[in-house]
């Protein structure tokens, strides 16, 4: 586990503080637009756009990130 912790940091090019600072801000978008969703699914004339703007807004961050894991996979 140590292992592949190290291993993430250097394939990133990150520090461990930018690293948590990244990943928490993509779960904290991706908790926020999971209520919202949930919020919509209840009552669907209220969130009409929220869930996909969230889904667009974490792609956005994710794939247009310097030094992306993802084009490596």
């Known amino acids: 586990m ?3 912790f190290k ?6 090019n990150e ?5 948590f600072k990244f990943a928490a801000c993509i ?3 991706m908790v926020y637009g999971g209520i919202q969703a949930m919020l919509h699914a209840i009552y669907p004339g209220i969130l009409t756009k929220a869930a996909s703007t969230k889904i667009k807004k974490l792609y956005s961050l994710v794939t ?3 030094n992306n894991i993802n084009e490596r996979d």
Request: zero cysteines; a negative charge; hydrophobic letters at 25%.
């Open 2 to 4: 140590i292992k592949n």
């Open 64 to 66: 247009d990130k310097p």
């Open 15 to 19: 520090t461990y503080s930018q690293h």
């Open 7 to 12: 291993e993430h940091l250097d394939l990133t």
């Open 27 to 29: 779960a904290i978008t």
